[in-house]
Each structure stands twice: as structure tokens, then as C-alpha cells.
């Protein structure tokens, strides 16, 4: 079979939820599946390039790569790519599939396969540039109903896709989610005395609620005034409402913007936190968490969406914009009182038991089983 794939999110050294989640499915797939010819669609000459001379799996026999231009960095260009470009160059490849990661779909009677991964714009318009949200409300809506196959990362959003969109329960599968890369326990190159928290600096992430939370921290608790709160992450736009928040801080000198970190970075980061915070408003999956879990570090993460699900029992939550909660939690951490569950296991141990139950290797079978289905 033919299958083509929209790689537009594989960016060399600036991947984030969705350019993991296909870079990391694909590395186990493409192996796998050598009986089945694959195209690549990119967006761009550099990301092609730098990809595919950092991995080589990406140079199998079986796979064709193209170029789709222009580079799809604004909804019309989206538009353009999704309706014209790519329906171009599947046709041309007489491609039999087309999955898409990112849950756009082409404008073309080729059967599709999508992989949604939450419905944040449908829930909180408020959290992305309005014609952003614009755009995916119309669009991803649509590929989810008219899609032979739906995926995604968690049964929290598959039950969300039935209940929002009214499709099929059975016509999703669960991919879910795994580190970028294992990670394990071990040396960090941080000594202080921290926190950290990683991940995107958007609306949806509530960094907000947790520095309220840090500077009542600091406020209740002098003695811990010698803490950092290490954050890792960059923004992807202006966000008013947040720099406002944080002009009433008294404690900003005790927080670190590290800004994206990649590979050894990010895991000596993790490694050598008292805890790892993720204050998320919604989250699909919540690729960190688990990243955090395979460190052996506590997790303290919003009681919502399918932050419970990945959690489970194996770390705090907390209501996600109770600021007192937060603060409490953080001294809890700090403290040692809060590094036991209910049964009486340490957070560390637990969170590495449920953290190495996450692996690219079990979603890609998922996926494979589809895909020979689609075959017979």
C-alpha cells in the first residue's frame, strides 16, 4: 500500500507535542512496515534536510520524500497547503492513504486517516490567536467526520472527539503518547534547590496559577526563599494577561526562564527538581509528565483532563487554579510530608512504575494493526 504523511511538524531541534508524537510513531512504523511504500510530505527544504541527516531512518528504501511549498506557517497558507499542494502530490503518487498528525485534513477523496490530539479551540477559543481557532474549528471538525480512521492520545480525548464532535467510538484508536526519548534516573548538572515546570508558554499551560502559587509559597515560607522555580519552555505569541499577572509577583528573582531545552539538558533538568509541576488548564496527554516519571521525580499536575489519566495514583493532583492548593503542595514537596501516596509507596518509585508503561513501541502497534486491516 501507499501511504503519504503530512511531516510538516518534524522541525530539527524545535519539536514539541505533535512533531514527537509523529517523528516517534514513525521511527517505530517505518521499520515495521517495509512491505508498504511511504510518502513524506514536508513544508519546508531545512526541516527536510535537518531531519533527515540527524535520523536515518527517515532514508529507508520505502520512503519518498516531498517538498510542499510554501511553508505553512499561517492559516491561509494552511488552507493552501491542505487544499492544493498536498492533494496535488497525493494524486500524483496515487497514494492509497493519507495520514495527517496533526488532525488537518486534505481537501481530497483519498481515504484519510487523522490523529486529533485534543480539542482545546473547541473548549477555549480564548487560549489561541483567533483565527487560529477559527481555522481549526472548521477544519478538524470536518476531518473527524469525514476520516475512515481517527487516532489519539488518550481516552480522555477520545471520549471527547465521541461527545463533541458525535463520532463513532469506534472509529478511534488511543495512540498514547511516550517521551520524546527514555529517560531514566541519574546526575544533574542543576544543584540549587528547586522546582521546574516544562512545556510551552501558553494560556493553556497555567504557568500563572503556579507563580501566584510560588510567590504565596515564598510569602508563607520564608526560610525556602533560597528555592528556584526553573521553568523550561518558550512562548508562541504575546500574551498580555500573563506579562500583566506577572508584574504583581514579588518573588520573580527566585524564578529561572530557561528557554527550550533539548535532550541531556532536559532530563538533567528533571532530574535534580524536588518536583515537577504541571499546571496545565487541558491537556490531550502531557508528554512532560511522563518524561518527569521515567526521572524519578515527584509530579504534582492539574486535577483535569487527561492529566488523571496519564498521572493516575502515581503523583499529587491538585485543582487546577487554586492558587492556595499549589502553594500548599509545593511546601508539602519541599518538605518531605508529600513524597508518600496513599499507600504509603514514595512518589519517585511509583512514578517510574507507571512512567515506563508509556512506549512509542506499544502505540506504533496500535497503529500497525490498522494498518494491516486496511491491507487484507
Given at each position: 500500500?501507499?501511504?503519504?504523511?503530512?511531516?510538516?511538524?518534524?522541525?530539527?531541534?524545535?519539536?514539541?507535542?505533535?512533531?514527537?508524537?509523529?517523528?516517534?510513531?514513525?521511527?517505530?512504523?517505518?521499520?515495521?512496515?517495509?512491505?508498504?511504500?511511504?510518502?513524506?510530505?514536508?513544508?519546508?527544504?531545512?526541516?527536510?534536510?535537518?531531519?533527515?541527516?540527524?535520523?536515518?531512518?527517515?532514508?529507508?528504501?520505502?520512503?519518498t520524500h516531498k517538498l510542499v511549498l510554501p511553508p505553512a506557517r499561517h492559516p491561509w497558507l494552511w488552507w493552501y497547503w491542505n487544499s492544493i499542494g498536498v492533494p496535488v502530490a497525493l494524486n500524483r503518487w496515487g497514494a492509497a492513504r493519507y495520514w495527517s498528525p496533526d488532525g488537518l485534513p486534505a481537501r481530497t477523496k483519498i481515504k484519510q486517516w487523522l490523529t486529533i490530539h485534543d480539542l482545546n479551540f473547541e473548549h477555549h477559543p480564548e487560549w489561541i490567536p483567533p483565527h487560529v481557532g477559527r481555522y481549526y474549528r472548521t477544519h478538524i471538525r470536518r476531518g473527524a467526520r469525514m476520516a475512515e480512521q481517527l487516532f489519539t492520545v488518550s481516552e480522555w480525548s477520545a471520549r471527547d472527539l465521541?461527545?463533541?464532535?458525535?463520532?463513532?467510538?469506534?472509529?478511534?484508536?488511543?495512540?498514547?503518547?511516550?517521551?520524546?526519548?527514555?529517560?531514566?534516573?541519574?546526575?544533574?548538572?542543576?544543584?540549587?534547590?528547586y522546582f521546574c515546570a516544562v512545556g510551552a508558554l501558553t494560556p493553556r499551560k497555567n504557568l500563572i496559577t503556579l507563580l501566584k502559587a510560588w510567590d504565596l509559597w515564598l510569602e508563607k515560607h520564608p526560610e525556602r526563599r533560597g528555592y528556584l522555580l526553573n521553568i523550561a519552555g518558550n512562548a508562541h505569541f504575546k500574551d498580555p494577561i500573563f506579562e500583566s499577572a506577572m508584574g504583581d509577583l514579588k518573588h520573580l528573582d527566585t524564578v529561572k526562564w530557561l528557554g527550550r531545552l533539548e535532550d541531556d539538558a532536559l532530563e538533567q533538568l528533571y532530574r535534580g527538581a524536588i518536583a515537577f509541576c504541571m499546571p496545565s488548564a487541558m491537556e490531550g496527554f502531557g508528554i512532560p509528565v511522563v518524561e518527569a516519571m521515567?526521572?524519578?521525580?515527584?509530579?504534582?499536575?492539574?486535577?483535569?483532563?487527561?492529566?488523571?489519566?496519564?498521572?493516575?495514583?502515581?503523583?499529587?493532583?491538585?485543582?487546577?487554579?487554586?492558587?492556595?492548593?499549589?502553594?500548599?503542595?509545593?511546601?508539602a514537596m519541599?518538605?518531605?510530608?508529600?513524597?508518600?501516596?496513599?499507600?504509603?509507596?514514595?512518589?519517585?518509585?511509583?512514578?517510574?512504575?507507571?512512567?515506563?508503561?508509556?512506549?512509542?513501541?506499544?502505540?506504533?502497534?496500535?497503529?500497525?494493526?490498522?494498518?494491516?486491516?486496511a491491507s487484507e
Open positions: 500500500m501507499k501511504i503519504a504523511v503530512n511531516v510538516r511538524w518534524l522541525l530539527p531541534n524545535k519539536l514539541e507535542g505533535t512533531g514527537i508524537y509523529t517523528l516517534r510513531m514513525l521511527e517505530q512504523i517505518l521499520p515495521a512496515a517495509m512491505e508498504h511504500e511511504f510518502l513524506l510530505l514536508w513544508d519546508r527544504p531545512s526541516a527536510m534536510k535537518g531531519m533527515r541527516d540527524q535520523f536515518s531512518f527517515l532514508n529507508a528504501p520505502n520512503i465521541v461527545e463533541t464532535y458525535g463520532v463513532a467510538a469506534g472509529k478511534i484508536v488511543v495512540t498514547p503518547n511516550a517521551p520524546q526519548r527514555p529517560m531514566s534516573p541519574g546526575e544533574s548538572r542543576f544543584e540549587e534547590n521515567q526521572c524519578g521525580t515527584p509530579v504534582m499536575a492539574s486535577n483535569n483532563s487527561a492529566l488523571t489519566e496519564v498521572v493516575g495514583d502515581a503523583g499529587i493532583l491538585l485543582p487546577t487554579f487554586d492558587v492556595e492548593a499549589w502553594a500548599d503542595g509545593l511546601e519541599a518538605s518531605g510530608s508529600g513524597t508518600t501516596g496513599e499507600g504509603g509507596e514514595n512518589w519517585s518509585e511509583k512514578g517510574l512504575i507507571r512512567g515506563g508503561q508509556f512506549t512509542w513501541s506499544a502505540s506504533a502497534a496500535l497503529w500497525l494493526k490498522v494498518l494491516k486491516s
